[in-house]
Each structure stands twice: as C-alpha cells, then as structure tokens.
C-alpha cells in the first residue's frame, strides 16, 4: 500500500473534517480542518494505518493571514515505508490545539520548541515549558513580525541584553541600492556589496552580470 492510499483511507475514516489528498514532488499531505481533533486523526493514522514513526512537528506564521499559524506534522510507517504529512490551523487568538504526546512520546519536545519559538500552545502537554528561551522571556523569537536583530530583554542574572550587532552582517539585507537583488544579503559579502563568487553563484551569470558596473536592471531588458 502506498501513501496516498493510506491518505484515502484516512479520509474514508474521518469525511469532511479532512481535506483531499495533495501531490507534490511524490509527497501526499492532508489538511485537518478542525484543530481540535488533530489528536484523533493521529491516533488512528498511528494505531490503524501503521505510522508508529513521528518524524518531526513544525509550525508556519502566515503573517497577516487569519488563521495565523500552521502546524505540520510529519509521519512515517516502518512497516509500510510509506510518509505522510498532516497539517491543521490556528488563530492567533486561540494559539492552542491538544497534544499528541498521548500518540507518540517523541512529540514532547518538538511541542516544547514550537511554543518556545511561535507561542502556539499544546493542551494536555505533560511539561509544557520554554525549550530554547528563558522562563519568562517576554518575546517568540519565530514569529515573523519579531525583528531580525532581536529586541532588548531582562535575562535573570545575567542583567540585559541588547539587538544583536548584525549590521552589515550576512542576513541583512541593504538599503537603497539600484534592484532589489543588489539588496539580497544571500549574494553578497557581509563586509561589502560585491557578490560572493561561490560555485551556486558562478552558475548564475544572471546574478553576476547585475551586480557588473552599468549593467541594466535584469528587469528593464
């Protein structure tokens, strides 16, 4: 049996509450409509349908968009060889669904982290604490609208800290400039507009030439 007949039968199980299968690049995934039972849908796919392997939870900040976060669960089957990806929403007024530390045990710290870093919270977790972060930092590091350089906070002993020194650094992007790729940090040197002359960036004559002295914007050609 394959993934997406195991998606089907997923579907089969639980109707409406699941969305139709999706196909990318040979990877099935299923969207669960309703958060609150994501608990039972993973409980089946584990007990039933043979994923007994949580590979890994994420979560996604679609921000501006309502429901704000996505949580995404990856799950693979030892008998079946089979891999099979879950998604569900939250609101960002709520930022809660239950727990699957019931289905699988592993699920434990990859909650942990996903409310350290997106504060999205998992009801009936077993230890729901910060797993990166402080106790009682004020701040969720992953958030998209949590800037790049930090923000100052109380650290307990240890006094204050300050935005991260990341001025011209590799993941800044410049101001000004005559095209949005002079400003891509990811094809310049940190200490200097020029473009870093990797293999990835020796294939991209396009990425080159816009950076050559008088060259046209690639998008006036």
Not at 46 to 71: A, E, H, M, Q, W
Not at 168 to 194: N, W, Y
Request: include cysteine; charged fraction near 30%.
């Amino acid at each position: 049996m394959n993934a997406l007949e195991l998606a089907n039968k997923l579907i089969a199980r639980f109707g409406e509450l699941l969305s139709a299968a999706t196909e990318f690049r040979n990877e099935i995934t299923l969207t669960a409509l309703d958060s609150e039972r994501i608990q039972e849908v993973c409980n089946y796919a584990k007990n039933t349908l043979g994923f007994d392997y949580l590979v890994d939870i994420s979560s996604v900040d679609n921000y501006g968009d309502d429901p704000r976060f996505t949580v995404v669960y990856e799950l693979y089957g030892y008998s079946h060889h089979c891999h099979l990806r879950l998604k569900t929403n939250v609101g960002e007024e709520k930022s809660e669904l239950p727990t699957v530390t019931t289905v699988w045990r592993t699920a434990d710290w990859h909650e942990r982290e996903i409310y350290d870093m997106m504060g999205i919270r998992f009801r009936g977790h077993p230890d729901l604490r910060r797993i990166l972060m402080w106790e009682g930092y004020p701040y969720f590091p992953l958030r998209k609208d949590f800037p790049l350089a930090g923000k100052p906070s109380d650290l307990p002993e240890v006094a204050f800290t300050q935005p991260a020194p990341l001025e011209g650094g590799p993941f800044v992007t410049l101001p000004g400039g005559k095209d949005a790729m002079a400003r891509e940090p990811r094809v310049r040197r940190p200490d200097s507009e020029s473009v870093e002359t990797i293999s990835r960036l020796e294939r991209r004559t396009d990425i080159r030439k816009a950076h050559e002295p008088d060259s046209p914007s690639p998008h006036t050609r």
